[in-house]
């Protein structure tokens, strides 16, 4: 079966930084696009940023820009979000997730399996 295992969320404040992990199981991923997401309480999951296994082509959402950064460890099966200049707004639950094509939209419905998530404060 197809596991995702994030870790790595914590309490930090503004303007520290945080790098977050997701191994992945279960099958195959060479094909797929990993994908990190965060939902805020209160509000709808959003996308945060992507990235194609095979030649890494990276994905950011606006908001994220030139503070994360996503890649991924071949051997390990492992996606990271490295996060800098945590701001307050930052917070929220994170998820990795997988879609197992790489021509898609990065929205939530075309992602296939999704990790328990992993708890990030940023606080003031």
């Known amino acids: 079966q197809v596991q995702l295992v994030e870790s790595g969320g914590g309490l930090v404040q503004a303007g520290d930084s945080l790098t977050l992990s997701c191994v992945a199981s279960?099958?195959?991923?060479?094909?797929?696009?990993m994908g990190w997401f965060r939902q805020a309480p209160g509000k709808e999951r959003q996308f945060v940023a992507a990235?194609?296994?095979?030649?890494?082509?990276?994905f950011y959402a606006n908001s994220v820009k030139e503070r994360f950064t996503i890649s991924r460890d071949d051997l390990k099966n492992t996606v990271y979000l490295q996060m800098n200049s945590l701001k307050p707004d930052d917070t929220g639950v994170y998820y990795c997730?997988?879609?197992?094509?790489?021509?898609?939209?990065?929205?939530?419905?075309?992602?296939?399996?999704w990790g328990q998530g992993t708890q990030v404060t940023v606080s003031s």
């Open positions: 997730g997988t879609a197992n094509r790489t021509t898609i939209p990065n929205v939530e419905k075309f992602f296939d399996y």
């Open positions: 279960g099958r195959s991923f060479r094909g797929d696009r």
């Open positions: 990235i194609r296994w095979i030649g890494g082509l990276t």
